[in-house]
């Protein structure tokens, strides 16, 4: 799979490379971009609230006189936390549950399948919504909301695969050497499917970043004083028709080079695994 | 003329009251019954008048509603006992007079005659003792119970006779008529065999009639051919429902509607800006409470409470927040505008060395961590991050925790309500009248607010005598000595009063607003 | 015709269940929510007692499963329940919200069919080449943009900086259908790129599959005009998948109706889900949840009997 | 003279940068019918498109000419390349249900080729049309969907499509793969006849040499894109004239071949790689007739009257020595395995369907057992009954050693267990991609063998030699390896916990003739060393032959008949059997009436009645045939013993 992403280069490794690119820039920003930023994403100024993009602020600055353009910097890692690790997580339970169904079948199978249907026919985002209102919103309870919506669709994924990998008769071979279904299901099963499953995280990556940006926006995610840029941008957007589009469009952008990043990333991963 | 309508006149004339201060206070108790109505504006009657409004979030039942999108709507149709307009000057309305016991706390009431429902019943003293038990029986859902509890109970309100009714109170209250003014957005006088069924058809006895009113989207009413006052100028208002603001500006700059009822500075600097709309500002004691609880963690001690107030930027915040149409706080719910307000308790400025040296008597130098709870609503979660930053500067780690106005009130029960519970936290209060409301709620050892778990019996005192003081100069020194306690003990810091702002198109004039979300369009035109 | 007849009475009784499920998980979860309704009617500071005699007034403060029995009895009555807030019954709201989320979702759907339809088969014809990857990246990476970052740079592109569009959604009563549809592009827009992706794809796929296949083959090999192979083979067999996609994706197009509506300020049924859930209003809430979840299985229903009555398996 | 059907002069193909094809000539007389023979990847399926002009989109006519009843094709234009489409020639593929359009009905699809031609009433001639290639009420079967047909008819309806427009060529790719014996025969049948009434000439493309020998006046073989051979159907096969063409006959099980005749030929190596550079001669690196001009100077063609072939050197090309391995397992009188009445039952949409029913089966130590049946016929589902991947239904027993055995391998001891292993039909399948060879062969001697230490690290190596699997094999995963090796590695995992009865699904049937005569030289061999038992499942009699020492029929989930092979083959046997073999020779054929039926409820009588071309009367319907499993030879027929079908001797030696 390495060495079909970067291998030969060619306009499709372009692509992998241009949003791995991004990625990275983010990635970095999240690690080092509160160290680096020219002023304290968090302080105030109010006698320079709402101030154009200028020399000394360069994205402007917001209601209360916060640097924009340090805060869409540092606002790269609250998005960077929360939705990674609800994907990993979501990736963990995912699998474990595909396995699981695909393999055992009967009646479980039957059970969970109905069971993410119900949460599957509802918008992640309603069901997300519902479920942090009752929790009350904060970083955490986003992290674990999206892991919850996510993990039924890591798992059909990871069910299906397994589903097809049992119609292979190494599954039966395997049986007939006696071995434990945990054996089959980790060390023979499992490694056949990792390549999907790599493939539907990064996709997934990309919607937990989509989704967590979008409830902080609704704010039900990440909460104030975080620069996060989902946040901010619900902060802010009521500004836009006073023509303080600066307040919001730099976070949109960041919003938008990420997801797309993580998605050429993805697409790239998708095709060498193919 | 009573000691204390000679008490008041004396003082105005001695010039220790302003004409304003003295036209509030000769309301108050009445003397002023006789005060004409605001001069007439000098519109064209007969237009169509369009206005946006918040979508009222509920059935608009006058015994329940709470919203400002509902009291924009009741007013329409509805008229109070008396009128509180923007200058706090009580102006007589379905009553025509009002008249104390010595103490206070007996008030008689003199209906206006020849006023009708516009279902056609005559109004008399019988719908008035109705209205009034409703709103404070307990076994009713009344929003009007938290301000009328001490204050009135059922069977407190007597009918004398068709036109004259009767208030007995259950303590002494120099500021009673406020509690029957439009102030108490709840006491919209209603039949006596009022139903419950106010949105079928509005009945009140208001210069407008409702024509049609569909739930979450607009309404619209027509003048009120049979009403007792002078004839409402506009044939017809129309009211549209918005649930943000920014749809509202746009309207308004997109000349879909004449005015806007209600705007708050956040989200419409573009509008404020604007030459071509016309900002009605009028000041209102709308504010926010930073309660700072006294009986737990390191806030228990008052050096550190007093340190974080002394931590804050009040004109920054008014600049910034407010773009300055607002007066500064000075932590206590006496809004400078009020008469009884003791303006010569010194303001509280920003001293960070003072603060400084405060959390190092306290022992705090390192400072602590604690956690600040509160609402999404409109400004405070920037306010929020102000204080957080404040904090900052001395040490004091804020986490922050915004939360949905429901999850943060809760229950409204100790033990039940981050707004009850939190540590720090900031809280919305409205406009009223007069501060009586907001001085026992959020203070009083017992009070049902009381975020801070302030318990002061001094505090308590002061309060009980505040309330029953009849004559303004007590009131002013009772005023004097609570605003320096809360000053004191700083169980709240209250950074601003901030105004009420209403929009309108450069046409529109004689548009009438009080700081509670009223509108009233008797008056309105457009040229 | 009695398989098919019995396999649709299967999948709607099974509809009914999963609807069923649904109610009861809003409904514990709607136990779950703080707060209580009385209190969200009356606001913070209203007294307890108050508060107290509205629960009770609004049947609120009965025992959970009483409360959804009452609830499920009414409905399958044809009840959708009485609003807290609003004390009047729930379905003309959810009628109204529902109407105006269709219409947005009707001009969503409007713009996207065709414009993806048409661009994944451009790509598939034009396979490898550049239209080809900008449909296939470009309409994927669109696709994972949030609408609510789309539609900010739009809203300050076309609405704030060249000022072609309307920003608001909402037009004020009795305007003509042509302006309201103008004032609906804008919030359509961001639903629009996230849908294009999928749609474009999977059409892309449909139609190289359906070019690549042997009865594809078959029909070029009888002589036929390239135009009747794509009319008569290609296109049938091709947008069958898609179908089905744009079913599935109305359970997206939904959920980012609420996001959309929330940046329009539009009130259609997912402004009237998060106005419900903040305002415990259950009633509501369970009704606009349930008006969802109905409205994707149907859209699901629909789009497999489309489907099947396109392809004969 | 008229001008060749089709004639293809230098012809040169390549897919992007990979030539496929390299310089193919050969011409179709008017009617003739030419085959194209050659193991998989030697490019006659491009040819077939080539000829035609209907390469996908990435494949490039790189040289040469085609001409089509004389007309230049690569010149057409597009109106014209349609014209030509639509009016001389047509072409037939493997897979019968993905030729037609899923979603247009038979009718619709049919009539389309009429309409293109411009022909007044195209529905009607579509019936006429259907009624020429003989199916069952044509009126109906315009109105069906492709899906609700068996394979058999649905390529019914393509050879009609394809022969509706009367075509001067007809190219055939692969018609029968996939199709069952007895279909196939039919198939091939029907196009002989139609094309010799309609004066078609036909391309006919196939691995399958008896095949292709059977149908064709002549034929090509192909080898790495290279036509290596070309001449008369019977000269070919019978005298090949280039040592490719030899050694891939020489491979063949045919020819009443049997594994105590000794091992079968093979081929050295493999073939080349698409797109790898080749040797002067191709076929050289694999040649034992190789000598130094061979890898300096292309060959040139040889022709001999009308037989050419691309060699330095002329027949004869004698089998090289060293290839006759030790004598055959002599099978012992003492049963290793017996099943007794098994049945399985699955619920299936339309109501219960019995897979398997009532089988029996005895098989002795060192014996094999040949399996045959065509899909459907429940074998697979034996198998699985047999390993305890399946439970039967209750009533069955199975016995190893005479020990009771349980019915599913939870409830067998590890002894029982790695007493019965299998080979899978597709080692693809069968071997876990994401293992090495060593740990795939490793796992099963712990597992069944219990080994560990030195121990297991000789066992390893044993049992890689006894596979010829070399060191650097093992470290390889199986993607890496060739058909031929992947499926060595999974017998070599069958083998390691030492067997005693091992069940082969199909081993060969998706490799190429020249591997599939190692593996099966491989299993035999084995056999002689461990003396293990083996059911061996298939559905080409010609393996079954060579393999079997008892051979069992199955038809829809029932054993019709169980014996001795050269007895079951040669009858008295059942008339199914008999049928089986015909189709599978020259021999008049013997046709089944309708098609098999989908497998179903139990019946009363007997489950072949409804085809049976025997079928006696009401009593086959009523009543079942009575069936002793533990006779030599049973057969379940009602027809008296004296009257079963028998193979006629000098038809049955002659082409098989």
């Known amino acids: 799979m390495t060495q079909k992403l970067f291998g030969s280069f060619s306009r499709k490794r372009t692509s992998f490379l241009f949003g791995l690119l991004v990625l990275a820039f983010w990635v970095a920003c999240a690690f080092v971009g509160p160290f680096v930023v020219p002023q304290d994403p968090y302080a105030d100024d109010l006698m320079n609230a709402l101030a154009p993009p200028s020399a000394e602020h360069w994205f402007g600055t917001d209601q209360i006189g916060r640097d924009v353009f340090s805060r869409v910097i540092a606002g790269a890692r609250p998005i960077l936390s929360v939705a990674p690790a609800a994907t990993f997580l979501a990736a963990l339970c995912g699998t474990m549950l595909g396995l699981v169904t695909g393999y055992a079948g009967g009646w479980v199978d039957t059970v969970l399948s109905r069971l993410v249907e119900v949460i599957l026919a509802l918008p992640l985002i309603v069901v997300a919504l519902l479920v942090l209102v009752a929790l009350g919103p904060s970083s955490l309870n986003a992290t674990l909301v999206i892991a919850l919506v996510f993990t039924p669709i890591i798992a059909r994924t990871v069910r299906s695969a397994v589903l097809a990998e049992c119609k292979l008769d190494y599954v039966p071979a395997a049986q007939l050497r006696d071995e434990t279904a945990l054996h089959i299901m980790f060390v023979e099963i499992l490694p056949n499917v990792l390549p999907p499953i790599v493939v539907e995280v990064t996709v997934r990556l990309g919607y937990a970043i989509f989704t967590v940006a979008s409830l902080s926006f609704l704010g039900f995610g990440i909460q104030p004083p975080s620069p996060d840029w989902g946040l901010s941008i619900a902060e802010n957007y009521g500004l836009i028709v006073g023509g303080y589009g600066w307040t919001v469009g730099f976070a949109a952008l960041a919003t938008a080079s990420l997801v797309i990043g993580v998605n050429l990333v993805a697409e790239g991963l998708q095709d060498a695994a193919r | ?130 209205t009034m038990d409703r709103l404070c029986d307990p076994r009713q859902g009344s929003n009007a119970l938290s301000v009328l509890r001490g204050v009135l109970s059922p069977g407190g309100t007597r009918r004398i006779d068709e036109l004259t009714v009767r208030f007995e109170l259950d303590a002494p209250n120099g500021n009673f008529p406020y509690y029957v003014s439009s102030d108490n957005y709840n006491a919209i006088m209603l039949p006596a065999n009022y139903a419950g069924d106010f949105e079928a058809n509005f009945n009140g006895t208001g210069p407008f009639r409702l024509e049609r009113y569909a739930a979450k989207q607009g309404a619209s009413f027509v003048r009120n051919p049979a009403y007792w006052g002078r004839a409402a100028l506009p044939a017809r208002t129309e009211f549209t429902f918005f ?63 007093q340190a974080i107030a002394l931590c804050l930027d009040r004109p920054g915040i008014l600049h910034g927040l407010f773009q300055g149409r607002a007066r500064l706080g000075n932590d206590s719910p006496f809004d400078p505008m009020f008469a009884s307000t003791d303006r010569s308790v010194p303001q509280r400025r920003k001293d960070l060395s003072r603060a400084m040296a405060l959390m190092n008597e306290a022992g705090h130098a390192d400072g602590f961590e604690t956690t600040l709870t509160t609402e999404r609503q409109q400004e405070i979660p920037d ?44 809280t919305d209060y409205g406009h009223r009248g007069v501060p009586n409301v907001n001085l026992a709620a959020p203070y009083l050892s017992n009070g049902a607010w009381n975020a801070a778990h302030f318990r002061s019996a001094e505090y308590d005192r002061l309060v009980a005598g505040y309330i029953a003081a009849t004559d303004l100069s007590a009131q002013r020194v009772l005023a004097g000595r609570i605003q320096t306690l809360l000053l004191d003990e700083t169980p709240v810091i209250i950074p601003y009063f901030y105004d009420y702002i209403c929009a309108t198109g450069p046409t529109v004039t004689g548009v009438a607003v009080s700081g509670l979300s009223q509108i009233f369009l008797q008056d309105a035109a457009l040229s | 015709m009695g398989r098919k007849l019995r396999m649709v009475a299967v999948r709607c009784a099974l509809s009914g269940l999963t609807l069923l499920l649904l109610s009861a998980v809003v409904f514990a979860a709607g136990q779950v929510l703080p707060g209580d309704v009385g209190r969200s009617i009356l606001g ?42 609003y004390r009047s019954p729930v379905a003309p709201f959810i009628v109204r919200a529902l109407g105006k989320s269709s219409a947005l979702a009707a001009v969503t759907l409007a713009l996207v069919v065709p414009l993806s339809v048409g661009a994944g088969i451009l790509a598939a014809s034009r396979r490898g080449r550049w239209q080809d990857r900008l449909v296939n990246l470009g309409g994927l990476s669109l696709t994972v943009v949030p609408e609510f970052v789309s539609g900010i740079l739009l809203i300050l592109v076309f609405g704030v900086w060249l000022r072609w569009l309307p920003i608001s959604a909402n037009t004020r009563p009795g305007t003509g259908a042509p302006e309201q549809l103008r004032h609906l592009i804008l919030p359509a827009l961001p ?94 809430l369970e009704a606009g949840i349930l008006t969802v979840g109905a409205a994707y299985i149907l859209s699901a229903i629909l789009a497999d009997a489309l489907v099947a009555m396109l392809d004969p398996r | 003279m008229s001008p060749p059907a089709l004639s293809l002069a230098g012809l040169s193909v390549s897919y992007g940068r990979t030539p496929i094809l390299r310089g193919l000539s050969f011409e179709i007389a008017p009617g003739a019918c030419f085959g194209l023979v050659g193991e998989s990847g030697c490019g006659k399926s491009t040819a077939a498109f080539a000829a035609l002009r209907a390469l996908p989109p990435a494949g490039r006519v790189t040289a040469g000419q085609i001409g089509i009843d004389g007309q230049d094709v690569l010149s057409l234009s597009r109106a014209g390349l349609r014209q030509l489409w639509a009016r001389r020639v047509s072409m037939v593929y493997q897979d019968p249900s993905r030729a037609l359009n899923p979603t247009l009905t038979v009718g619709v699809q049919l009539a389309e080729a009429f309409t293109v031609l411009g022909a007044p009433d195209p529905m009607a001639r579509a019936e006429a049309m259907l009624a020429r290639v003989q199916v069952p009420s044509p009126r109906r079967l315009l109105a069906a969907y492709p899906h609700q047909l068996s394979g058999g008819t649905q390529q019914r309806v393509v050879i009609a499509m394809a022969l509706a427009k009367n075509p001067s060529l007809l190219v055939l790719d692969e018609p029968t793969t996939g199709l069952d014996a007895t279909v196939e025969a039919e198939i091939l049948d029907l196009v002989d006849a139609l094309r010799r009434e309609q004066g078609t000439a036909v391309l006919l493309i196939s691995h399958n040499l008896p095949m292709v020998a059977r149908m064709c006046d002549r034929i090509g073989v192909l080898y790495a894109g290279i036509l290596v051979e070309q001449g008369e159907a019977g000269e070919v096969l019978g005298a090949p004239s280039h040592p490719y063409t030899a050694r891939l006959v020489a491979c063949l099980p045919g020819a009443g071949r049997r594994k105590r005749d000794g091992p079968l030929q093979t081929i050295a190596g493999g073939l080349p790689a698409p797109g790898a550079a080749l040797a002067p001669c191709a076929f050289a690196p694999r040649c034992d007739r190789r000598e130094a001009v061979c890898l300096s100077t292309p060959p040139p063609e040889r022709w001999t009257g009308l037989h050419m072939a691309l060699c330095h050197f002329t027949p004869p090309f004698p089998a090289p020595p060293g290839l006759s391995a030790g004598a055959p397992a002599e099978a012992g009188a ?27 089966l005895t098989l002795a130590a060192g014996e094999t057992l040949g399996l045959v049946g065509e899909s459907g016929s429940g074998k697979t589902t034996l198998a699985r009954l047999l390993l305890g991947l399946t439970a039967p239904d209750p009533g069955g027993t199975l016995t190893l050693d005479d020990a009771a055995l349980g019915p599913t391998i939870r409830s067998r001891s590890r002894n029982d267990r790695r007493a019965i292993q299998i080979i899978f039909q597709n080692p693809d399948s069968a071997l876990n991609r994401a293992q090495r060879v060593r740990s795939i062969l490793t796992r099963p001697l712990v597992r069944l063998a219990g080994l560990s230490g030195r121990a297991l690290t000789a066992a390893l190596s044993e049992l890689a030699q006894g596979v010829r699997l070399g060191e650097a094999h093992l470290a390889m995963r199986p993607r890496a390896l060739s058909g031929g090796l992947k499926q060595r590695a999974a017998i070599a995992r069958a083998f390691a916990g030492r067997p005693r009865v091992v069940i082969c699904d199909e081993p060969t049937s998706a490799l190429d003739v020249s591997v599939q005569a190692a593996i099966l030289n491989l299993l035999a061999g084995l056999q002689a060393r461990d003396g293990v038992s083996y059911v061996f499942i298939s559905h080409d009699l010609a393996v079954v032959r060579y393999l079997a020492d008892r051979i069992a029929v199955m038809y829809l989930g029932q054993m019709l008949e169980v014996g001795p092979a050269e007895d079951v083959l040669a009858g008295p046997h059942h008339p199914y059997t008999a049928a089986l073999v015909s189709a599978s020779t020259a021999a008049t054929r013997i046709r089944l009436k309708g098609e098999m039926p989908a497998p179903g409820a139990v019946q009363a009588g007997c489950v072949f009645q409804a085809n049976c071309p025997r079928k006696i009367g009401p009593v086959c319907e009523n009543v079942r045939p009575p069936f002793d499993p533990d006779a030599v030879h049973p057969v379940r027929c009602h027809l008296p013993a004296g009257e079963l079908p028998r193979v006629d001797r000098r038809l049955a030696g002659a082409n098989s």
Not at chain 3, 51 to 62: F, R
Not at chain 3, 204 to 231: C, F, W
Request: contains cysteine; proline residues 5%; charged residues 20%.
């Open chain 2, 1 to 130: 003329m009573t000691p204390l309508e000679r008490q008041i006149i004396d003082e105005h004339r001695a010039g220790r009251l302003s004409r304003r201060m003295f036209l509030r206070h000769a309301s108050r108790i009445g003397l002023l019954a006789a005060l004409p109505a605001p001069a007439a504006a000098l519109g064209r009657p007969g237009a169509t008048v369009r206005v946006a409004s918040q979508v009222p979030s509920g059935a608009l039942e006058p015994l329940t509603v709470s919203e400002i999108g509902g009291l924009a709507m009741l007013c329409q149709t509805g008229e109070f006992l008396i009128f509180d307009g923007s200058d706090l000057v009580l102006r007589p309305s379905l009553a025509t007079g009002w008249t104390p016991d010595a103490d206070c706390s007996t008030w008689t009431f003199t209906l206006r005659p020849g006023v009708k429902f516009h279902d056609g019943q005559a109004f008399g003293a019988a719908d008035v003792v109705a």
């Open chain 2, 383 to 426: 306010l929020a991050v102000l204080v957080q930053n404040a904090c900052g500067q001395i040490g004091i780690r804020v986490g922050l925790r915004i939360e949905d106005p429901g999850t943060y009130y809760g229950t409204a029960q100790f033990g039940r309500s981050d707004w009850l519970d939190s540590a720090i936290g900031i």
């Open chain 3, 44 to 85: 913070p500071l209203a007294d307890a007692r108050a508060v107290a005699a509205l629960d009770h007034q609004l049947g609120a403060d009965a025992p959970p499963l009483l409360m959804y029995a009452r609830w499920i009895g009414h409905l399958l009555q044809g009840d959708m329940g009485v609003s807290y807030a």
């Open chain 4, 334 to 360: 003492r049963p290793v395995l017996a099943a007794r009445h098994l049945s399985k039952t699955y619920a299936g949409p339309g109501g219960a369907v019995r897979a398997v029913d009532d089988a029996s």
């Open chain 3, 191 to 284: 639903l629009v790129l996230v849908l294009f992706g999928y749609i474009a794809r999977i059409t892309r796929a449909g139609m190289i599959e359906a070019l690549d296949a042997d009865y594809t083959r078959t029909a070029t090999l009888k002589g036929l005009r390239r135009s009747q192979v794509i009319l008569r083979h290609v296109l049938r067999n091709a947008l069958l998948p898609t179908i089905t996609v744009i079913a599935a994706q109305t359970s997206y197009l939904l959920g980012g109706l609420v996001v959309v509506e929330t940046l329009f300020r539009y009130q259609g049924i997912g402004s009237l889900i998060l106005t419900a859930a903040h305002g415990k209003d259950y009633p509501m």
């Open chain 2, 243 to 305: 649930t943000d603001q920014q749809p509202q500006i746009l309207a308004l700059e997109d000349d879909q509607v004449d005015a806007i009822v209600q705007i708050s500075v956040q989200g419409a600097q573009g509008l404020l800006r604007d030459p071509d709309v016309r900002i009605i500002d009028i000041p209102a004691s709308t504010h926010r409470q930073i309660h700072l609880r006294c009986d737990q963690g390191p806030l228990a001690d008052r050096r550190v409470r």
